[in-house]
Nanobody
Framework: DVQLQASGGGLVQAGGSLRLSCRHR????????ILWYRQGPGMEREGLAC????????HLIESVKGRFTISKTGAKNTVFLTMKNLKPDDTAVYYC???????????????????WGQGTEVTVSS
């Protein structure tokens, strides 16, 4: 049974930073990929960044490169999304999702990840 729990959201001023955490359980040792995505008010889901367990390869969408970083720890089964220089447009509920995957690459299509967790809300004030 795969479980994902996102945390770390909150209220931050524009220009500030946050680090979100995704704690995962039930995934094969390194044979997984995890995606961070978000859904803003009245918006479609938007895949942001993914990472693969086997070697830590990452992929980020162009619009967040330079501001967002995705990383993982092995021992605590946690994937982080570090967000800097936050903007009001980043206001959204942020989720992590997972897939069983034996591949050194990943993609940011939300529908490619069948395991979803509850989100964490990020509000960026201007």
């Amino acid at each position: 049974d795969v479980q994902l729990q996102a945390s770390g959201g909150g209220l931050v001023q524009a220009g500030g930073s946050l680090r979100l955490s995704c704690r995962h359980r039930g995934l094969p040792y390194d044979d997984w990929a995890i995606l961070w995505y978000r859904q803003g008010p009245g918006m479609e889901r938007e895949g942001l960044a993914c990472i693969v367990g086997i070697d830590g390869s990452t992929h980020l969408i162009e619009s967040v490169k330079g501001r967002f970083t995705i990383s993982k720890t092995g021992a605590k089964n946690t994937v982080f999304l570090t967000m800097k220089n936050l903007k009001p447009d980043d206001t959204a509920v942020y989720y992590c999702a997972a897939d069983h995957r034996v591949s050194p690459s990943c993609d940011t299509e939300v529908d490619d990840y069948p395991y979803w967790g509850q989100g964490t809300e990020v509000t960026v004030s201007s």
